[in-house]
């Protein structure tokens, strides 16, 4: 029976994408082993991950030798080199890995990783590009959207509701989202209840149907 180490993650291609994931797993305490077939890049993380190996990933006998068959989780980072992306995502599910994750730099990119047995597809460039267009055409400070259509973001209350409760105001039944949390100048964030006041310049969280979301943000 293959040891599944929980705790340990591989992160194959360590350029902006899967070093940034590799440094945050690190972050978060969890063993790293770093596989890029380029040295120099290999030669720049040794140190930093708990193990960083030189292999060209496209292969499976080389990825069971350097024990991935053994891993629990797998992340795939190559963006450029599509036909080395697929290759290695290929030689992951022949390898068994029960959870591989990987970056795709288009949606025909992605659904080739996913037959190929991604688990995960990411589109790290089109997600940052829409949260970047809620936030530079709106009022939004910040905008995370699930895939089933709800949305998290961060916004000015708007003047309307300035001097109200939240429950005087009655944002949630007038505008269908929900206010999480209030934040006023420097003070950290509070969660919301009924009786929280809301004053001009505050930021909420608000959360709900991305539309209603877009909606509400889009008040003065
Ligand atoms: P990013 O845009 O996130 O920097 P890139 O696609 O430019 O992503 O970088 C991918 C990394 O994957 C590079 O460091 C490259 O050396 C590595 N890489 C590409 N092909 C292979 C392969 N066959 N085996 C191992 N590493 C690879």
Redesign the pocket.
Known sequence: VPRRDGGSVAV????????AVATSLLHLGHEVLG????PD?VQRWADRLTHVVQ????STEALRQLGLDDSAHAVV?????IE??V??VLALEELGVPDIWA?ATSIKHGRILERTGAHHVVYPEAAMGERVAHMVTGKMIDFIEFDDGFAIAKTQAPREAAGKTLSESALRTRYGITIVGLKRGRNDFAYARADTLVEDGDVLIVSGPTTLVEKFAAIS
Do not use: C, H, P, Y
């Open positions: 194959i291609g360590l350029g902006r994408f899967g070093s596989v890029d077939e380029n890049i292999a060209d990933s496209t980072g190559i963006g450029t080199d080395a992306s290759l290695t970056k």
